[in-house]
């Protein structure tokens, strides 16, 4: 049987706020480059048929050295200038496959992505198109304009965005074809590129976790060796 479901993990960045020298989804904590924390937990799902993971170009070797241990990898491509374009890499790999394939975006900088949120995503999945995963703020956010305080939504309505997002191929393929097709695209993640161009697709948002930080600037590389002592056996 064809795979059902599919992981693409996005590794095209180049890490500038981490500021490394190479892109950070390299750089080892708990004694494990980034990029396999992150395939080794879709890899060790099984929900999950296989892993895709999209690689900043330059880098396809390395990737390709640290995912071959894991038998769930399929492919290691080049991704693009932005995480758009390293999606949509991914998304004409899967071309010929029918959109009734779920397929899951996982930001490779996030190493502690657990089984739990992937559990999440999948079982919405059975009855969304389009899902989420979110964390409360802690912290008050607020609209800046200018350098003043233009609004303030109230906290319990906000959540801050985590990955994976998981997708009906079908519907994530058409938003980036509405996407592609309009010359004022801005960056945005993939639940964006949905909630843009197909607003009638509700996009459900189930618990993330505390834990599935992602690995941006030098500090969290601090957290994240932290994280993994933790975990180690
Ligand atoms: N990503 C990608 N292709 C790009 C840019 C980003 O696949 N052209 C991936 C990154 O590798 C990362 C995820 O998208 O796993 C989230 O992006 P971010 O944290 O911004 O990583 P970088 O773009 O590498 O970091 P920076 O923005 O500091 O350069
Ligand atoms: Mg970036």
């Excluded at 950070?24 to 879709?42: C, D, S, T």
């Excluded at 397929?103 to 989420?132: M, W």
């Excluded at 985590?162 to 996407?179: D, N, S, V």
């Excluded at 993939?190 to 697709?201: A, K, S, T």
């Amino acid at each position: 049987m064809a795979t059902r479901t599919v992981a693409v993990v996005l590794a095209g960045g180049v890490g500038e706020r981490m500021g490394a020298g190479r892109p950070k989804q390299l750089m080892e904590v708990g004694g494990r480059p980034i990029l396999a924390h992150a395939v080794g937990a879709f890899d060790a799902h099984p929900g999950i048929g296989e892993v895709v993971v999209v690689m900043a170009p330059g880098h396809l070797r390395e990737a390709a050295a640290i995912t071959a241990p894991f038998a769930k990898t399929a492919a290691v491509i080049e991704g693009g200038a932005t995480r758009t374009a390293s999606t949509v890499a991914a998304l004409r790999l899967l071309d010929d496959r029918p959109d009734d394939v779920r397929v899951l975006f996982h930001d490779a900088a996030r190493p502690f992505v657990d089984r739990a949120v992937i559990d999440r995503v999948l079982g919405a999945l059975d009855a969304c198109e389009a899902v989420a995963v979110g964390v409360p703020s802690s912290d008050t956010i607020v609209v800046v304009e200018d350098g003043t305080v233009a609004s303030m939504p109230p906290r319990e309505t906000l959540t801050r965005f985590q990955t994976p997002q998981g997708f009906r191929l079908g519907t994530i393929r058409k938003a980036y074809e509405l996407a592609l097709a309009d010359p004022g695209l801005r960056a945005t993640d993939d639940c964006g590129i949905v909630h843009r161009y197909l607003p009638g697709v509700p996009i459900r948002v189930v618990a993330g976790s505390e834990r599935n930080l992602k690995v941006t600037q030098p500090l969290d590389a601090v957290i994240a060796e932290h994280l993994a002592s933790e975990e180690a056996p």
